[in-house]
């Protein structure tokens, strides 16, 4: 009776162990070590194992474990409401020489690596952040997110070259924000296939990745605020982007989502009604950027365009404006630095707003000819240094009749509906006006040694 128990109790504890998918560590390099750096008082359950699983011991905090080269170590814990607590209350992994991450994240969680829910906001936060020796990344099978669960967990992880799968196809509010950012050898992105999103999930999730050259597939239709911004922010080698799908937008989903970037071409954007600084400064300083894409949206809103293609040096067309109202500030910086824009878009819209067009132009060294302005009335800054710096800008056909006001900013400092909207144009051209404007000469007003023209 007592030699079948032992064998029951053997095959028992050998199943048991074999079903468990704990986090691994496996060193490539000798003189390799690891550890682990609570903050503010968090004080998780995370033991090791260094032997298979027979024994286990709890991880002091700040006490380094000397892994030779291919030793592995087990870990699991039993943390049912996360490894971290809040943003601050974090815990990490410190390490040295060369780690292979494998098994699944869980095993800290449920002590076996079972569980597919995140037990808790900021969970797994910066759980690796800065671990510049960690090659390869554990499985993160989890498809139920909780707030900001993996943020920054791989930040600054500089020899990691293939991200773990990601498949939750609905996700939590900055749950993957800052998650890769500064992987500069990361090559391979995961596949993304969340269809529904929450407020900047995605948020500078590869941003600084400069060896990742490909995008993942972003299938989602309706996005939330801020959801995409920075996400591939200075991944100066991205040169293939997905399609953007989405036609419910809100308040800055796309800003500066692929700023900085090696794109010759934009996507589609098929929206129709934008949202607050939904586009804003989302091409800017991609210098390869040669084509622009369509921009059929009528409805706009408050900085929609800003600085949408700001610093794109090598852009020669602009897309078709065809909105006929604008919005407050909507393409304020939209083409500013772009230096081989040779001809501007047509501008129809007769309503201004203020600062609508703000600096829209400013530095567009080839530019000759403005678009007719036709508006007859102005608005608060509408035109503010809309063509400064438009060096070989020669004509300009205006609609309205009146400078308008001077605006006090602070400290006695003034602004105007067209401060400084030609400075440095070319030194002759000419200014078609209506008869009853006055015609004063200056930077802001018809730039000196123009002529003007009665229209």
Not at 294 to 313: D, I
Not at 325 to 343: D, E, I, P, R, S
Not at 404 to 426: F, H, P, Q, R
């Given at each position: 009776m007592t030699k079948k128990f032992l064998i029951l109790l053997f095959l028992c504890v050998t199943c048991a162990l074999h079903a468990a998918n704990y986090l691994t560590f496996t060193a490539e390099a000798d003189s390799s070590s690891f550890g682990i750096h609570s903050e503010w008082g968090n004080n998780p359950d995370v033991q090791c194992s260094l032997d298979g699983g027979k024994t286990w011991t709890k991880l002091?905090?700040?006490?380094l474990i000397s892994l030779p080269k291919k030793k592995k170590a087990l870990l699991r814990g039993y943390n049912p409401q996360g490894i971290s607590r809040d943003y601050g209350e974090v815990t990490r992994f410190v390490m040295t020489g060369r780690i292979a991450a494998s098994g699944s994240i869980m095993s800290l969680i449920d002590g076996n690596g079972e569980s597919l829910v995140i037990p808790g906001k900021?969970?797994?936060?910066?759980?690796?952040?800065?671990?510049?020796?960690?090659?390869?990344?554990?499985?993160?099978?989890?498809?139920?997110?909780?707030?900001?669960?993996?943020?920054?967990?791989?930040?600054?992880?500089?020899?990691?070259?293939k991200a773990p799968k990601l498949p939750a196809k609905a996700l939590a509010r900055d749950c993957y924000g800052g998650m890769f950012m500064g992987c500069e050898r990361l090559t391979e992105a995961p596949?993304?296939?969340?269809?529904?999103?929450?407020?900047?999930c995605y948020e500078e999730m590869f941003s600084g990745c400069t060896s990742l050259t490909k995008a993942p597939k972003l299938p989602a239709k309706t996005l939330t605020k801020g959801c995409y911004e920075f996400m591939f922010f200075g991944c100066s080698n991205l040169t293939q982007i997905p399609e953007l799908p989405a036609t419910q937008l809100a308040d800055s989903c796309y800003f500066e989502m692929f700023a900085s970037t090696n794109i010759t071409q934009a996507p589609k954007l098929p929206a129709t009604t934008l949202a607050r600084g939904c586009y804003a400064e989302m091409f800017g300083w991609c210098t390869n950027l040669t084509q622009a894409?369509?921009?059929?949206?009528?409805?706009?809103?408050?900085?929609?365009?800003?600085?949408?293609?700001?610093?794109?040096?090598?852009?020669?067309?602009?897309p078709e404006l065809p909105a006929t109202?604008?919005?407050?500030?909507?393409?304020?910086?939209?083409?500013?630095?772009?230096?081989?824009?040779?001809?501007a878009p047509q501008l129809p819209a007769t309503t201004l707003a203020e600062g609508c067009y703000e600096d829209m132009f400013r530095e567009c060294t080839n530019i000759t000819q403005a678009p007719e302005l036709p508006a007859t009335t102005l608005a608060k800054e509408c035109y503010t240094?809309?063509?400064?710096?438009?060096?070989?800008?020669?004509?300009?056909?205006?609609?309205?009749?009146?400078?308008?006001?001077?605006?006090?900013?602070?400290?006695?400092?003034?602004?105007?509906?067209?401060?400084?909207?030609?400075?440095?144009?070319?030194?002759?051209?000419?200014?078609?006006?209506?008869?009853?404007l006055p015609k004063e000469v200056g930077e802001s007003r018809i730039p000196k040694g123009w002529k003007t023209v009665d229209n």
């Open positions: 002091i905090n700040d006490s900021y969970c797994f936060r910066s759980l690796f952040k800065g671990c510049t020796s960690l090659t390869e990344a554990p499985q993160l099978p989890a498809k139920t997110m909780a707030r900001g669960c993996y943020a920054g967990m791989f930040s600054g992880c500089a020899s990691l070259t596949d993304l296939p969340a269809t529904t999103l929450e407020e900047v894409t369509q921009l059929p949206a009528t409805t706009l809103a408050e900085g929609c365009y800003a600085a949408m293609f700001g610093m794109c040096t090598n852009l020669t067309q602009a109202k604008l919005a407050n500030w909507c393409y304020h910086k939209m083409f500013f630095g772009c230096t081989y824009l040779t001809q240094g809309m063509f400064n710096g438009c060096s070989k800008l020669s004509e300009i056909k205006v609609g309205f009749t009146d400078w308008g006001k001077e605006y006090e900013i602070y400290n006695g400092e003034t602004t105007s509906n067209t401060l400084n909207w030609l400075s440095d144009v070319a030194p002759n051209g000419k200014f078609i006006c209506p008869k009853g």
